[in-house]
């Protein structure tokens, strides 16, 4: 088993808003629940921890509002990556501007995932990277599932210390790749060198055993188990019935 670091991960401790800073009239403070009352404190007690809830809830512009803050491409991938392409919008450059991070230690190094912009991540690493480390074949020559799990076993590693963001990681990912994706969190994990914030909806991923998981469904943040989620309950029931949840679905088509 590696070895864990001294100072381990996660790294990124807390994340908190500075009132002063809030636009309380302007997308996201006006519409976002968890950002209504213009209070708002987050911590990362874990290395891996999951944003889960609804479409609309506000996850992606959170993690996108922390990618700003660590300076990785509005479009993905690291800080050295830039393509010249669309920066972040004003939305979550608003609400980065408020976020105050707490870090123990600082990491500059990551990767900030994004599953519609990969194509132009893709190209970029072919450019620059050591093929040896991607799996051996262009990024470009693989199917997108492929691709996807060569970038996360070959790539994003627990050598240094890093911060890895990901919304939806399991986009293009079967399940068996979602497994075995699991396992690459857990050599993350080991490693002590990595800190993971995922968005997902992947019922597969929430079972990542020792992880964090934050809802974004109330009104406020608050701690879930993947069992209490909608991801997991509605998954569950329908594989354990499917022709009744179908008819119960289709009957009320009139």
Not at 115 to 122: G, P, Q
């Amino acid at each position: 088993m590696p070895r864990r670091t001294v100072l381990a991960a996660p790294f990124l401790k807390r994340l908190t808003l500075l009132a002063e800073r809030v636009e309380a009239a302007a997308f996201p403070f006006d519409t976002l629940r968890f950002l209504k009352n213009g209070r708002f404190e987050l911590g990362f007690e874990t290395p891996i921890t999951f944003f889960v809830g609804e479409n609309g809830s506000g996850k992606s512009t959170l993690l996108e509002a922390i990618a700003r803050l660590c300076g990785f491409s509005a479009e993905g991938g690291s800080s050295d990556h830039r393509t010249g392409g669309r920066g972040y919008d004003e939305g979550v450059a608003r609400l980065a501007d408020a976020l105050r991070p707490s870090w123990l230690p600082r990491v500059t190094q990551g990767f900030f995932f994004r599953s519609e912009s990969f194509f132009n991540v893709a190209g970029y690493l072919d450019e620059v990277a050591d093929r040896d480390r991607l799996g051996g074949r262009a990024m470009h020559a693989q199917s997108h599932g492929e691709a996807f799990l060569a970038l996360f076993s070959h790539r994003l590693t627990g050598d240094r210390r890093a911060l890895y963001l990901m919304d939806e990681p399991e986009t293009a990912l079967s399940p068996s790749r979602q497994l075995a994706f699991l396992a690459v969190m857990r050599d993350w994990e080991r490693s002590g060198n990595v800190q993971a914030i995922i968005a997902t909806h992947s019922p597969i991923l929430l079972c990542y055993p020792g992880a964090r998981l934050v809802s974004f469904d109330g009104d406020g943040l608050a701690e879930t188990t993947a069992e209490q989620t909608e991801h997991v309950r509605v998954t569950r029931a329908f594989l354990a019935n499917p022709a009744r949840c179908l008819k119960e679905l289709f009957d009320d088509d009139g």
